[in-house]
């Protein structure tokens, strides 16, 4: 049992990550406790917004493990999001006399990673590579923002729920239904997590403490140390036996399936989706977070996606400066700093260390 | 005298690969017995390093066929090829830079061994290849032998059937060639076949292997190291006393 739980400990803090000595963990820990005792010093609007906040970080952390780790660069992970928060919006309000919202996450989980594989499988298979990957990823979710935004008609509709052109699902639309709160419990226990409610946030930061320490296991196991080598020589990698299109298939799915949390996350928060989900700036936003923290990084992801658009928030309070200062952000951290502002001053590994034998590498750096 | 009394291990049949009008691969045939050893050497353009992509997978023939281990392998893609047994070491280096030399070796490793077995391994392999104590140290920080060594101990990792070495000795000094030839001599005495495809000439007479020189994509004369050096025709076409050939003496790329 304690074995186990040291090998845990071990694949946690492994050294394909930065933040691993003593020191960040006492961090790590005080910023936990931080973020579940916030909702007692803060106002309910605040904590609104800071649930929004959590909400995106999932999208770049999906963006963080194919890009940062895996080499897959995709400007089109909002098309994950998205139809995630369509799918479970769709399910949620055709189901809404069932109380519980457990068909809809899993549908809101389910089709967006489903269309991962099959879209993968199409590039990864036919050696898609690099900015074509890139490209065919921004093209697919501004498709489907184009499709979207022409179901205004009443014949677009699946079930009861009418898809509403560009006005989406929710209460603009003119239909009855809006998507419905996550609902968990059974019979007439029911828990509604409802965007507004503190439930929804602790919600929020439990899911993100645990998908952080999962990932962190991910890559520093051996699919993680396999991600880390594609990304430096795929070609190099198959000459080893490995059949990369598989891995990439599926790294590719896991990131898809974190941007489906987010939209999960998101469209269950405010209780509406729009087709501009899928537009331009969602898909670039998340490039920037994990490009400007260092995306090799998941605690640097974490921090700058937390940051930036909290930042962004701000901004928008002035008028619409925010992008034009994510932008500019994105631009000098790249000339300056190109491995990301945390990763660089966060102290990634240094090699120049004495020789140590395998299995002692819990040394605070 | 290649491939005669032993079981052959490969067999390349009338191969040939075309980019363009150029026939880079122009009908090679050729066989290799269980465990043996043989050098492709050949001046700059001679199809060597297109034969060796053929091999290991990168690029396809236009006709022909490759038989591995009673296996036709002719359109396999590479990673099929190194499951069953062929390891290759390209000349582009081909480690993993920002990963530690343990790292490096756990890749190969992983597919055969379990996480316990694996640090009695890497010493292993470290020994073999001159690299002891040097498990967690950036491959990115080892000399330029120091790669190439790290790069053939991860292709002994697999332990192959048939180990591809393109130019194993590019950039070493002469220590470091003899080192290297002695690496590769022990792989070759634990059942390996190996092929090497070399430019440098004194580490072909090192390796003191049966030579296939190749030229124009075509295999021009086999023999041994001494045979083909007596060859006035070999020595003209490669030692480059033809003008349009000069260029050969220097080192490629």
């Known amino acids: 049992m304690l074995n186990w739980f040291s090998s845990v400990v071990r694949l946690i803090n492994g050294e394909q990550e930065i933040g691993r000595s003593r020191g960040f963990w006492i961090c790590a820990f005080a910023v936990a406790v931080g973020l579940i005792v916030l909702p007692r010093f803060v106002s309910a609007y605040a904590l609104l917004n800071y649930s929004y906040i959590i909400s995106m970080v999932f999208l770049a952390l999906g963006l963080c493990l194919i890009w940062g780790f895996a080499g897959i660069l995709s400007l089109g992970q909002a098309a994950f999001l998205g139809l995630a928060g369509y799918a479970y919006g769709v399910v949620g309000i055709n189901l809404s006399q069932s109380g519980t919202t457990y068909l809809a996450l899993i549908a809101g989980l389910m089709v967006p990673t489903l269309f991962a594989a099959v879209l993968s499988y199409v590039m990864f298979y036919a050696r898609v590579k690099g900015v074509y990957v890139a490209i065919m990823m921004l093209v697919v979710t501004l498709l489907f923002e184009t499709f979207l935004n022409q179901t205004a008609g009443p014949q677009w509709h699946i079930g009861v729920a009418s898809l509403g052109g560009n006005n989406g699902l929710g209460r603009f639309s003119g239909a009855i239904h809006e998507p419905p709160s996550i609902t968990l419990g059974l019979g007439s226990r029911l828990i509604e997590f409802s965007g507004q409610s503190v439930a929804f946030y602790y919600l929020e930061v439990g899911l993100l403490i645990a998908i952080y320490l999962c990932l962190r296991a991910l890559v520093n196991s051996r699919f993680g140390l396999i991600l880390a080598a594609i990304r430096e020589d795929g070609a190099r990698v198959e000459s080893f036996g490995y059949d990369v299109r598989a891995i990439q298939l599926v790294v590719f799915c896991l990131g898809a399936a974190l941007a489906a949390l987010s939209g999960i996350l998101y469209v269950s928060w405010g209780n509406f989706i729009t087709p501009s989900v899928f537009g331009v700036t969602n898909n670039i936003l998340p490039v920037i977070w994990v490009a400007v923290g260092g995306r090799k990084s998941l605690t640097a992801t974490v921090i700058s996606t937390v940051v930036l658009t909290w930042l962004s928030q701000r901004f928008a309070i002035q008028g619409e400066y925010a992008f034009v200062v994510m932008g500019a952000l994105l631009v000098v951290v790249m000339m300056l700093r190109p491995e990301g502002l945390i990763t660089s001053f966060g102290g990634r590994k240094t090699s120049a260390s004495p020789p140590l034998s395998p299995g002692s590498s819990h040394d605070g750096r | ?253």
């Open chain 2, 1 to 253: 005298m290649m491939g005669g009394d032993r079981e052959a291990i490969l067999q390349i049949t009338s191969l040939r690969k075309s980019f363009g009008g150029v026939r880079a691969v122009d009908g090679v045939d050729l066989v290799l017995g269980c465990g043996e050893l043989c050098c492709i050497i050949g001046p700059n353009g001679a199809g060597k390093s297109t034969l060796f992509q053929l091999l290991s997978g990168q690029i396809l023939p236009t006709t022909g066929k490759i038989v591995f281990d009673g296996k036709d392998v002719t359109f396999a893609h590479p990673f099929e090829r190194a499951r069953s047994g062929i390891a290759v070491k390209v000349q582009s280096l081909g480690i993993f830079q920002d990963l530690t030399v343990d790292h490096n070796l756990r890749i190969p490793l992983m597919r055969r061994l379990s996480p316990r077995e694996m640090p009695k391994a890497i010493d292993d392999l470290l020994r073999q290849v001159g690299l002891q104590g040097l498990n967690s140290v950036n491959a990115r920080e080892l000399s330029h032998g120091q790669k190439q060594w790290l790069a053939l101990g991860m292709a002994l990792a697999m332990r192959p059937k048939l180990l591809l070495l393109d130019e194993p000795t590019a950039g070493m000094s002469s220590e470091e060639t003899r080192l290297t030839t002695e690496i590769i001599r022990a792989s070759n005495a634990q059942g390996s076949a190996v092929v090497v495809i070399e430019h440098d000439m004194a580490f072909v007479r090192e390796l003191r292997a049966p030579v296939i020189v190749l030229h124009l994509g075509r295999i021009f004369f086999r023999g041994t190291f001494s045979e083909v050096e007596e060859n006035e025709e070999v020595r003209h076409l490669y030692l480059g006393t033809r003008n349009r050939f000069k260029s050969s003496d220097l080192p490629t790329r």
